[in-house]
Nanobody, 115 residues
């Protein structure tokens, strides 16, 4: 059974940090491109960060220099380190795995940035 389970969300103060984790099961993580998306209330889901099977990364302009995506294939886990958080980072964050026609999603984890 394919599963992506996110964790690590919560409440953070502006300027604070959180690290999201996404644990994969039921498929071979190594060959998949892994993405973190987010969706704020009333807004469309947007792609925040991507890491390819080879380790190349890309980021949404608004998070460059603040967020870092990484993967540990041995642990079947993908991470999103979020530093210097801003209130506009508040959203539900989703982990996504894609490889050709395969497209898997986690259930999401809430991140709230507020003082």
């Amino acid at each position: 059974q394919v599963q992506l389970v996110e964790s690590g969300g919560g409440l953070a103060q502006p300027g604070g940090s959180l690290r999201l984790s996404c644990v994969a099961s039921g498929f071979t993580l190594d060959i998949y491109t892994m993405n973190w998306y987010r969706q704020a209330p009333g807004k469309q889901r947007e792609l925040v960060a991507t890491i390819s099977s080879g380790g190349s990364t890309n980021y949404l302009d608004s998070v460059k220099g603040r967020f870092t995506i990484s993967r540990d294939n041995a642990k079947k886990t993908v991470y999103l380190q979020m530093n210097s958080l801003k209130p506009e980072d508040t959203a539900v964050y989703y982990c996504n795995a894609e490889w050709y026609r395969n497209d898997f999603w986690g259930q999401g984890t809430q991140v709230t940035v507020s003082s």
